[in-house]
């Protein structure tokens, strides 16, 4: 074994940089051997240094991240701040002194990762970021390298663990969104703000990193469709059990039927039970692969949490350091398909209407030539009272038309139909005398 | 990009290697843009240079393989010929030619692979094997490297897909052994001799490929405890269901409690259903790991034929190509840990012994007598009548003795105890006059 150590740097001591350096001091051995050469921990960046960190040594704080990055010295650099700024100018700072970088930042990859990756080329040093997307869970490496020689055509995942929490307890215990979100907070599932993860951003930069790396052109943030959960009621849990689905919140990337172009988009969406997404409970994550040679592959394991996600920075750090060793890199950005990303019009995909209907004779037909005009087709309807989900649900059969007084409601799920002409429907219906509202829009997936 | 291609020749032509043959042509482009100069199929071995291969080039057919490994213009050489020799001469020719290898040969792999990799690394080449285990699954590559800054403590894991269908059928319809086998075969997931399926061969070739990479040690198949699925009963299946299992053939390697040794096992074994891998269906492979740092992984897909093999074999390739592009190698055989396997009778884990017995007071407090004399602790104990699975259950509790003339069956579930403990226990029971035979045992895993 060689006797210079690896000089690692870390920016950021949270509860991922706590545990990595955890592990970097307790598993010491294991790496050195691994590895080929011991890691030395060269320093430490953080906001506030007096705060007490337990197994952190004190001499290695530092609150000038800028002078840590630029001392020269480093071969690899291990960021677990997050946000964009001052982050990628430490990470442009970094490679421009020869130091190869391991982040777990979807933010920044998501928002900026080729700008990033053209800098790490031009310095010859690796970026890795197995932590970005979906913790602990393997699946930036299988992506970009044990499916380097397949065709990927779909990523379908539970990318976020705390709408899964929420939708997991919305699901098995009929609660509405508020109160799981309340009880996600309570545990510690979700954070004092949610938006992030209720509204789909944090989806969405993982579903952006993904597509980009499974299509091997370049997705940002802003190319990927985003509706959040806060929409989805018991209601819509309840009409989802009913048609032997449950709700997911999943982030979706597909190639197109033509190949010529890529879409990605995350959204609550209804999945048949039998669909290996769908028993994914609690804070868990799990992503679906459809790769043309490889067929249905899965990986699944805790999507967040400093030790997870500690162990896919640490095993992107034995990479980085093995490559420093060797002087060499591993694979940079692929991006040469160039594909472009479609805008969300052109997603074809099944749907499930909810609608609040006129309770007398003719509505159907009314609707179901609303859709026909839009060329979208009708799979199933179902009418049933307004109190929906509460099982008393009447007449069942297309056309049969429940006669009740005063409102009812129609669930409509259609064959699969573009984004486009189902926005169009909708809007058509809107202005229908007989439909009182649209209660709710979810897509129907994993078919 | 260079202009160079890099030359590729193939040991084997048939399910997989035409498979590998087709994308390697189809996809030519694409895996030129991944690896950054392209591929050409420099010659294919084979031992029956005249059978048709639609879409296999005739003229690059050759029946001296030896010829081919020598040429010494090589840069990679695929091997899915499988089996010992003349393979394992045939690869390391290839290394001493200076060609990297990928190979889906999980019995060599097992029984040799430390000689190869020390060949490979002597050559300053690759040896790669991804599609050695669970097909299409990447496995290797994530534990040989996402993995590489964790500790993994438990490879839990259903890695032959024969013997999944034959349990999944015998579970689903309620067939033995025998009839589900007949199924397996007719619709061509059991060969026409499946010795190397249903008596665990294959899947302890596997172990012991998972259990070296997973600890870092030496594991070759002898070292692997192997028990096939040929005396699994429907009364078996029957029995688990009541207990909220399942039965699967499982491979499991194991580190010991005090971190010392390991353990590698293939056997049929009782997981509870609401355990990840017992809704593996059909003839599909999933892996467990479990980590200190990253929680528990699963990894789902299709564990073998052709396309999915090929697929895994050419993301070895695009792997191995790269690095020779970049005058480099991955990362070698890591097996600095040199951890001991321990013996079978080292195991520990929980036990489901199903005993016929005489029907008459005082048995199971005999039986009872004998497990406290081992340090077998019962979890519960179930008397029924001789028609097991049939649902004519009678007492139940322990203690209770149920009265019937002549022959009663006592189902005991143990708490953790060593497979030595176990097995003398089970000796000591076969001495007892009440007991009349003990009509299986099975480990109960996953808990």
Same mark, same amino acid.
């Given at each position: 074994? !060689?006797?210079?150590? @690896?000089?690692?740097?870390?920016?950021?001591?949270?509860?991922?940089?706590?545990?990595?350096?955890?592990?970097?001091?307790?598993?010491?051995?294991?790496?050195?051997? !691994?590895?080929?050469?011991?890691?030395? @921990?060269? =320093?430490?960046?953080?906001?506030?240094?007096?705060?007490?960190?337990?197994?952190?040594?004190?001499?290695?704080?530092?609150?000038? %991240?800028? #002078?840590?990055?630029?001392?020269?010295?480093?071969?690899?650099?291990?960021?677990?701040?997050?946000?964009?700024?001052?982050?990628?100018?430490?990470?442009?700072?970094?490679?421009?002194?020869?130091?190869?970088?391991?982040?777990?930042?979807?933010?920044?990859?998501?928002?900026?990762?080729?700008?990033?990756?053209?800098?790490?080329?031009?310095?010859?040093?690796?970026?890795?970021?197995?932590?970005?997307?979906?913790?602990?869970?393997? @699946?930036?490496?299988?992506?970009?390298? +044990?499916?380097? =020689?397949?065709?990927? *055509?779909?990523?379908?995942?539970?990318?976020?663990?705390?709408? *899964?929490?929420?939708?997991?307890?919305?699901?098995?215990?009929?609660?509405?969104?508020?109160?799981?979100?309340?009880? $996600?907070?309570?545990?510690?599932?979700?954070?004092?703000?949610?938006?992030?993860?209720?509204?789909?951003?944090?989806?969405?930069?993982?579903?952006?990193?993904?597509?980009?790396?499974?299509?091997?052109?370049?997705?940002?943030?802003?190319?990927?469709?985003?509706?959040?959960?806060?929409?989805?009621?018991?209601?819509?849990?309840?009409?989802?059990?009913?048609?032997?689905?449950?709700?997911?919140?999943? #982030?979706?990337?597909?190639?197109?039927?033509?190949?010529?172009?890529?879409?990605?988009?995350?959204?609550?969406?209804?999945?048949?039970? +039998?669909?290996?997404?769908?028993?994914?409970?609690?804070?868990? *994550?799990?992503?679906?692969?459809?790769?043309? $040679?490889?067929?249905?592959?899965?990986?699944?394991?805790?999507?967040?949490?400093?030790?997870?996600?500690?162990? %896919?920075?640490?095993?992107?750090?034995?990479?980085?350091?093995? *490559?420093?060793?060797?002087?060499?890199?591993?694979?940079?950005?692929? %991006?040469?398909?160039?594909?472009?990303?479609?805008?969300?019009?052109?997603?074809?995909?099944?749907?499930?209407?909810?609608?609040?209907?006129?309770?007398?004779?003719?509505?159907? $037909?009314?609707? #179901?030539?609303?859709?026909?005009?839009?060329?979208?087709?009708?799979?199933?309807?179902?009418?049933?009272?307004?109190?929906?989900?509460?099982?008393?649900?009447?007449?069942?059969?297309?056309?049969?038309?429940?006669?009740? #007084?005063?409102?009812?409601?129609?669930?409509?799920?259609?064959?699969?139909?573009?984004?486009?002409?189902?926005?169009?429907?909708? +809007?058509?219906?809107?202005?229908?005398?007989?439909?009182?509202?649209?209660? +709710?829009?979810? !897509?129907?997936?994993?078919?």
């Amino acid at each position: 074994m !060689r006797t210079r150590p @690896l000089k690692v740097a870390l920016l950021g001591c949270g509860v991922v940089g706590s545990e990595v350096t955890r592990i970097l001091t307790t598993q010491a051995d294991d790496l050195a051997a !691994r590895i080929g050469a011991p890691i030395e @921990l060269a =320093g430490i960046a953080v906001r506030r240094p007096h705060k007490v960190r337990e197994g952190v040594p004190a001499e290695l704080l530092t609150t000038d %991240a800028t #002078a840590l990055v630029k001392r020269g010295d480093l071969d690899v650099v291990v960021e677990v701040i997050g946000g964009i700024e001052p982050v990628r100018t430490l990470i442009t700072t970094a490679f421009e002194h020869g130091a190869s970088v391991v982040s777990a930042n979807k933010a920044l990859l998501a928002a900026d990762g080729a700008s990033l990756h053209a800098k790490a080329a031009e310095h010859g040093v690796d970026l890795y970021y197995e932590a970005a997307v979906a913790g602990a869970i393997p @699946l930036i490496r299988p992506l970009r390298e +044990s499916l380097a =020689g397949d065709k990927v *055509n779909r990523v379908l995942g539970i990318v976020n663990g705390t709408t *899964n929490f929420i939708l997991d307890k919305m699901e098995s215990t009929g609660a509405g969104y508020s109160e799981a979100l309340d009880e $996600a907070t309570a545990l510690g599932y979700a954070e004092a703000d949610p938006t992030a993860d209720v509204e789909g951003f944090d989806a969405a930069a993982k579903a952006a990193i993904l597509a980009g790396i499974a299509f091997h052109t370049r997705v940002t943030i802003d190319d990927v469709h985003r509706e959040g959960l806060t929409e989805v009621t018991a209601a819509d849990i309840a009409s989802a059990k009913k048609m032997g689905c449950t709700v997911k919140m999943l #982030a979706i990337c597909e190639r197109s039927a033509d190949g010529r172009s890529v879409t990605a988009r995350v959204h609550p969406a209804m999945i048949p039970l +039998s669909h290996p997404l769908a028993s994914v409970r609690e804070a868990y *994550n799990a992503v679906f692969v459809e790769a043309e $040679a490889a067929g249905r592959l899965m990986f699944y394991g805790p999507g967040a949490g400093g030790a997870p996600t500690a162990s %896919a920075v640490l095993g992107d750090l034995v990479a980085a350091c093995r *490559n420093k060793l060797a002087a060499t890199t591993g694979a940079g950005e692929s %991006a040469y398909t160039q594909l472009p990303v479609s805008p969300m019009g052109d997603v074809v995909t099944r749907y499930h209407i909810s609608l609040d209907v006129a309770d007398k004779p003719g509505v159907l $037909a009314q609707v #179901a030539m609303v859709f026909a005009e839009h060329d979208v087709s009708i799979d199933t309807v179902r009418q049933q009272g307004k109190n929906q989900g509460s099982g008393d649900e009447v007449a069942v059969e297309q056309g049969a038309g429940g006669r009740r #007084a005063g409102e009812a409601s129609l669930v409509v799920v259609t064959h699969r139909a573009s984004d486009a002409a189902l926005s169009a429907t909708v +809007s058509s219906l809107r202005k229908l005398d007989t439909v009182r509202g649209v209660a +709710s829009i979810m !897509r129907v997936e994993g078919e």
